[in-house]
């Protein structure tokens, strides 16, 4: 809703500054046609300067519609053998009164038709852009909506949000139940953002959905998709990426990274918080990339965030990002709130932070809690 009202916005926008173009191009004509009157009266007086009038009959023709030029033809006529040489016969100023307003009203003509072609083209060039923006709008749609919804699991809780920088994201995230008890969560960025980057998306979805179950661990699942975007991706396009797998039963973290932003784990018992740095190439581009797992011990009340770019470097007004540090103060200060809860403190502490700089990426968070 406020991206459909931002291009309400700018559509009236665009149509107060034509018109406001084409108001200042009518002040221009007519200060141009005082101009060349004052001229041919007063500092040039035995020369015609009838012809400069040429300029503001095709500006006129450019803005306005073509009777309104015709009348103008025929008013600097009148001006060229008012304001022209007077000792002249009458038999050559009719002539070339004839003359002019012919010349007048073909330059007006020709410039008329330059300026309905414009018109058609202008037209043509913002029908097809609304086309494209309302085909993002459904696709942004269609890719909400295909969002996972986080699983319910005994012992987690878990919650997660995405707002794109763009209509489309080129973020990621998404959960498997792999077996009664282990669930993965995944999160990704794929390199650039908007529409491009999108198009990644379902191709990840779907190799991660049909691989999870089948091979051992985070880091093997890594390994294959990287094979896999190597074949479909452009050599400057990358992906990074974090999985994870939980066992709330044995309350472990098993997990690989490829070159993805180290999530921030928060021992609530302690205050303490940890980064999970151990981590591999960044996917999609170097030959032979290897990926390991890591296992860590998980306790009562911890709580694990994964995020993108877009948390951590969102910048505000002066050009100060909103930091890890900032992230670790909201989730110490809202320990014992619900994921969904948390998820929602971030995403509006970050917009808050922001203030009228623009979203400068697009934000990802994931929160699992250990019950």
């Avoid at 149509?15 to 007063?42: F, H, K, P, Q, R």
Wanted: aromatic letters at 6%; charged letters at 20%; proline letters at 4%.
């Amino acid at each position: 809703m406020t991206r459909n009202r931002n291009g309400e916005e700018s559509k009236r926008q665009v149509e107060a500054e034509e018109g406001m173009a084409s108001g200042l191009l009518n002040v221009v004509v007519v200060l141009a046609i005082a101009a060349v009157a004052y001229t041919d009266w007063i500092v040039i007086s035995d020369i015609s300067l009838g012809y400069l009038y040429v300029l503001p009959i095709a500006l006129s023709a450019f803005v306005n519609l073509f009777p309104l030029t015709v009348g103008l033809a025929i008013f600097c006529t009148i001006l060229q053998e008012i304001f022209g040489p007077s000792a002249e016969p009458t038999q050559e100023k009719v002539i070339r009164a004839v003359v002019s307003l012919a010349g007048y009203l073909i330059v007006g003509f020709l410039v008329t038709l330059i300026a309905k072609q414009r018109s058609r083209l202008a037209v043509e060039v913002r029908r097809q852009r609304d086309e494209y923006e309302s085909d993002l709008v459904l696709a942004s749609q269609v890719q909400r909506q295909v969002l996972p919804k986080p699983p319910v699991v005994p012992g987690l809780d878990i919650a997660a949000t995405m707002e794109t920088a763009r209509l489309l994201g080129g973020d990621y995230y998404d959960f498997f139940e792999i077996s009664e008890h282990d669930v993965d969560v995944v999160i990704a960025d794929v390199s650039g953002k908007g529409a491009a980057a999108s198009l990644l998306m379902p191709s990840l979805a779907v190799a991660l959905r049909l691989r999870a179950r089948e091979l051992s661990g985070p880091a093997a699942i890594i390994k294959d998709l990287d094979e896999i975007m190597k074949q479909i991706m452009r050599p400057a396009t990358f992906v990074t990426m974090f999985y994870a797998r939980f066992d709330p039963i044995r309350r472990t973290l098993e997990y690989a990274s490829g070159g993805h932003n180290p999530p921030l784990l928060v021992r609530t018992k302690t205050g303490e918080t940890l980064l999970l740095e151990e981590a591999g190439p960044i996917v999609g581009i170097l030959p032979d990339a290897q990926f390991s797992n890591t296992v860590i011990t998980l306790e009562e009340g911890d709580i694990l965030t994964l995020f993108t770019d877009g948390v951590t470097e969102q910048e505000n007004e002066s050009g100060d990002e909103f930091s890890m540090e900032r992230l670790q103060e909201i989730i110490l200060g809202n320990e014992t709130e619900s994921a969904a809860a948390l998820v929602a403190r971030i995403a509006e502490a970050v917009a808050a932070f922001a203030g009228t700089k623009a979203q400068m990426d697009d934000l990802t968070l994931v929160v699992v809690k250990i019950l």
